[in-house]
């Protein structure tokens, strides 16, 4: 009886670890990404700023600083929206919610995420047509190598060890 209880308190509180988990599908948000144009570091440790690294011109400083105005606030209400959605059904898992009405919110909040991505990806493809070809490939392999670290001064969780 007691195997059978941790066993099923286990498996709900994997499921709920793999909710939360969606959280921030993409650590290196835009916002950070505008931050290092702008200058502003996102993080403690001093790098040069993209503009340096990218050497762009006062021009596309310009132009990347409009497009990060442009999505900004959608960008911004869009995670309010998947926050708030993400909290319903942190409730409804831990509730007593028929199974239907938790997988309806987890198709929301699939759905949120996607809208957000999708939002990103745009604001990344206005970025990346004000840089040269050089730039986009620096830019690049600058995002790869901060979303490496980033995921390297993540505390590792519960069953995620490598």
């Known amino acids: 009886m007691l195997l059978r209880r941790v ?11 793999g909710v939360v988990a969606l959280a921030n599908p993409n650590p290196w948000t835009n916002s950070q990404m505008a931050q290092s144009f702008e200058g ?11 503009t340096q690294e990218l050497n ?12 990060h105005q442009q999505y900004k606030g959608q960008i911004k209400r ?7 959605a993400k909290q ?5 898992m831990a509730g007593t919610a028929p199974v239907k009405e ?14 957000l991505g999708e939002l990103r990806f745009e ?13 986009r490939s620096r830019f690049n392999q600058l995002m790869q190598e901060r979303q490496e670290n980033f995921g390297e001064r993540q505390p590792h969780r519960r069953g995620h060890e490598h």
């Open 7 to 17: 066993s099923i308190i286990s498996v709900f509180l994997l499921t709920l670890g």
């Open 40 to 50: 502003k570091q996102p993080n403690r440790r001093q790098k040069p700023k993209l």
């Open 56 to 67: 762009l011109t006062p021009e596309q400083k310009q132009q990347l600083k409009a497009i």
């Open 78 to 84: 869009q995670l309010r929206e998947l926050r708030q």
């Open 88 to 92: 319903e059904l942190g409730k409804l």
């Open 102 to 115: 938790v997988r309806l919110q987890y198709g929301e909040v699939a759905n949120l995420q996607q809208q």
């Open 123 to 135: 604001s990344t493809l206005a970025m990346r047509e004000v840089m040269t070809t050089e730039q």
